[in-house]
């Protein structure tokens, strides 16, 4: 395959320069490049901007003519099986939200992925125990793979003092170093340069780790993601950005974000190389991932993966999405990455429909239980709001202060 | 060693203790730690080859590799968050700004990731970030900040701002060893100061942080500084002493959490208090100590409490300029005798 081979080259090329400055010799100083190279041609080069088209990948068709997923897969039936339960858990866990939400139980705004469970959802699954993910609010599915039970997502929308914040962030701003999920802070792009330090540290405590960032076409335009990137591919870190271009930031579409018709085509500027994929086939997310996570693991370094996709619903559940071109959203419908998935494991003889909805009831089941379990969660004690700025055996917690030392 | 070896190898382990410069103090702070705790690495601009800016770092790449002392590209914002995610694997990092002028890049990585992180998950960040502050030197306006007040009034951070070398290297091991975000400040007036040389312990020791310190003891007057304005100050007290007037001066050492107890006691002690900082004025961290003076010891103050700080713009370039911007002995001499007449 085609892109195979660009990442052996490009793995190679990198693997040589470092041969090359290794052979410099113990103590003396690597090789900088900066020696005066060969005389060319011309008295200035031209080089054109990356391509105009936006790449697209193929559309697997059944014998009816329906969408569905990739056959070239190593998947097994069984895992094949776990992806559909992780896909549907993603979808029923933010349908519950958004039900939560209209009962008016939810502190703040809650924000789908509507469209988009595939990208996080695959991608996620390649991964091992041992590596790390920062996903963000769109990737829900990948905080799920990693072992973050729903429970624990319900009551941090609600605020409950049960969830791993105690209240004291929301949604999916936290993390669990044992499970290799470091969550998100608002401020996009800053996630990046987290990773990096991430495996920064893996490769220095001999550690085998890859690390995964999420991001969108909006958070791709911000300093913090290009210096994260840019530092992770000079230290030629396992890194692997995937980018999901779902049209969207806020109300702001691709067309104001950046000039380039691909966000794959921004890989070139980091000097790694990047994957194209539809991100609404849940194979596929897998099988570029692994692709991805082995040449990373191998010491390639650093991967950027675009995932197409389009983000059906608004920004956040109050978002009334006036900004939506008439059309684009029953198309993207038709592309459903769930039904999808759903049609291919049925033609494709994987599952029976029996089976997919005794899953579908299992996931329905678990989604209630823990829904249930954070509503029964107390709302926080107030004064837990003092603690725990500093390590409170070194600073004291910061109690709200007394006026002339006494209390009203 | 005889000197013919320690000329021979430049950048070798340093001693421990001896007599020191403010600089070489950091220095063995930051080698004997690293020796100490494996975790601990170094990462910035310039830090490896060239052994840092102001070579507060020269020599340890030698010692430790590649692997533990990082060159970073020009990006402070992905030193600070590097550090973070290295913080988050049980490292230690200390992150170097070339100026801290260099800071301001990674205002949103220090106070929105690496100050946050406990509180809204329990993820202590145990990370230095430290580089030269300061003024004085005609650097201009952005090699010269002090930037201690951009930072107080985020909850998470630590800050610390020797003044001496003995505070120098108890400070920098006291905040490798913290489980909380550390910004060190060190004013590069300081770094090479003859007047700052002083015989330093053998012994591995920390100075708390948390902790003021009491350079001067005095009845009439308190003079409330840090850095480079502790020499001002004990300048001032000086020449005010000739004058019959008996000057306090507490050197604050951390600025957050900053030692309110020691202040308060210094000005029930005096009743009239001197704040003196190099940063401008307006918004410097003088109007918080002022304000907790007033709200706490207020029945002990026998005159307003006074500030002596720059002028509120940017640090200009040249010399008279600058002269003119910053707080110089006679502004302290000349406020502290009204404040001591009032």
Known sequence: ?408 | MSTAAKKEHKSNRPERGGVVTFVEAIRQGLWEEMERDPSVFLIGEDVGSYGGAFKVTDGLLDEFGEGRVVDTPISEAAIVGAACGAALMGMRPVAEFQFIDFITPAFDMLTNYAAKCRYRWGAGIAAVFRGPCGAGVHAGPFHSLNAEAFFMNTAGLKMVEPSTAYDAKGLIKAAIRDPDPVLFFEHKKLYRLPRLREEIPEDDYTVEIGRARTRREGRDLSIITFGAQVLTALDAAEELEREGLDIEVIDLRTLAPMDKEAILASARRTSKVLILHEASRTGGIGGEIAAAICEEAFEWLDAPVVRVAATDTPVPYSPPLEEYHLPQVRDVVSAARRLAAY
């Open chain 1, 1 to 408: 395959m085609k892109t195979t081979k660009t990442a052996e080259r490009a793995g190679k090329g990198a693997k040589d320069k470092a041969k090359a400055a290794g052979a410099a010799g113990n103590g003396a100083r690597e090789s900088n490049g900066a020696g005066v190279a060969e005389s060319g041609a011309q008295a200035f080069i031209f080089l054109p901007p990356p391509r105009a088209e936006a790449l697209s990948v193929s559309d697997p068709l059944d014998e009816r003519g329906e969408l569905v997923c990739t056959n070239e897969t190593t998947l097994t039936a069984e895992q094949m099986l776990e992806l559909y339960r992780w896909l549907q858990l993603t979808r029923l866990v933010e349908e519950k939200l958004v039900n939560l939400y209209r009962q008016t139980k939810v502190v703040g705004g809650v924000f789908r992925s509507l469209g988009q469970e595939a990208t996080a959802v695959g991608t996620a699954y390649a991964l091992r125990p041992t590596d790390f993910v920062a996903p963000l609010i769109r990737d829900l599915g990948a905080v799920l793979v990693k072992g973050i039970r729903p429970r624990d997502i319900f009551a941090q929308y609600m605020a409950k003092a049960w969830g791993p914040s105690e209240g004291r962030d929301l949604n999916i701003h936290f993390g669990d170093v044992s499970k290799g999920f470091i969550g998100p802070i608002s401020h996009l792009g800053d996630m990046i340069p987290v990773m990096t330090g991430i495996v920064l540290a893996a490769r220095m405590q001999k550690k085998d780790a890859v690390a995964v960032a999420y991001i969108g076409d909006g958070g791709m335009s911000t300093g913090a993601f290009h210096e994260g990137l840019n530092f992770a591919a000079v230290q030629r870190l396992p890194l692997v950005i995937v980018a999901e271009h779902n049209w969207y930031a806020y109300s702001t579409p691709t067309s104001k974000q950046c000039a380039v018709a691909n966000l794959a085509d921004k890989a070139g500027a980091y000097g790694i190389p990047g994957y194209v994929v539809d991100g609404n086939d849940v194979v596929a997310c897998y099988e570029v991932m692994k692709q991805a996570a082995e040449f990373a693991r191998g010491g390639g370094g650093s991967v950027l993966i675009e995932a197409k996709t389009y983000r059906r619903k608004g920004h956040a559940e109050h978002d009334d999405q006036r900004y939506i071109p008439a059309g684009e959203l029953e198309a993207w419908e038709k592309r459903d990455p769930v039904e999808r998935y759903d049609r291919h494991l049925i033609s494709s003889g994987v599952a029976t429909r029996e089976k997919l909805d005794e899953v579908l009831a299992d996931v329905r089941r678990e989604v209630e239980e823990d829904a249930a379990w954070a509503e029964s969660s107390p709302m926080p004690e107030a004064e837990k709001a003092a603690y725990n700025v500093f390590d409170n055996s070194r600073v004291p917690p910061a109690f709200r202060p007394k006026v002339f030392g006494r209390d009203e």
